[in-house]
């Protein structure tokens, strides 16, 4: 089972920008789902955004306007562009491959280990 794998958090000031990456292997050439989650410290993991197969972008209401999810299908890579940050932005972000792929196959992967975004003045 592949296990994506979560870069570019880090410390930011509220209203700054942040770039959050995860690479999973195949997610293009299986034409898989991805999906980016968030936890913050005491509460429970809850979804930010998804990007499709065909490209289709959704986004949580508590980010929507501030937070633009991509990929670059060379890469394998899904990147989730973060501005206007607040502190209640402030958690683990983790992503995740879903859906079902090119052959039939089931998408699902495994949590990464995450990256932590802080928000904070």
């Known amino acids: 089972q592949v296990q994506p794998v979560e870069s570019g958090g880090g410390l930011v000031q509220p209203g700054g920008s942040l770039r959050v990456s995860c690479t999973a292997p195949?997610?293009?050439?299986?034409?898989?789902?991805m999906a980016w989650y968030r936890q913050a410290a005491g509460k429970q993991r809850e979804w930010v955004s998804s990007?499709?197969?065909?490209?289709?972008?959704l986004y949580a209401d508590s980010v929507k306007g501030r937070f633009t999810i991509s990929k670059d299908t060379v890469k394998d890579t899904v990147t989730l562009q973060m501005n206007s940050l607040k502190s209640e932005d402030t958690a683990m972000y983790f992503c995740?491959?879903?859906?079902?792929?090119?052959?039939?196959?089931?998408?699902?992967?495994?949590w990464g280990q995450g990256t932590q975004v802080t928000v904070s003045s």
């Open positions: 995740k491959t879903l859906g079902t792929g090119v052959r039939g196959q089931s998408c699902l992967s495994t």
């Open positions: 195949g997610f293009t050439s299986n034409t898989c789902d």
């Open positions: 990007i499709t197969s065909i490209g289709i972008r």
